[in-house]
């Protein structure tokens, strides 16, 4: 979890307020500018990413606990990808 926390807080997004979260439980919180959690999320199923907006402006991941460091290198790229849209 603390590996993919620091790999997403380093991601430059101009629509990431904060990353937080406790082991694989992570939230990405959205600015209000971003407008709204939901359109990340589609765009992450699009990637074959499932995630949850939460709180409107919160995109949760809980990825498998078995989950390791090769599939989340594999989503990084997806998820960065994803953030910086416009």
Known sequence: GEYF???LAEIPSP????VRGKGLLIGVELKYEAKGARRF???LQ???ILAKET???VI???PPL???RATIDWALPR???VLNMP
């Open 46 to 48: 699009q990637q074959g």
């Open 5 to 7: 926390m620091e790999q």
């Open 79 to 81: 998820i960065r990808q």
């Open 60 to 62: 949760r991941f809980a």
């Open 55 to 57: 709180h409107e402006h």
């Open 15 to 18: 629509h990431v307020k904060e």
């Open 41 to 43: 999320c589609e765009a």
């Open 66 to 68: 078995v989950i390791d």
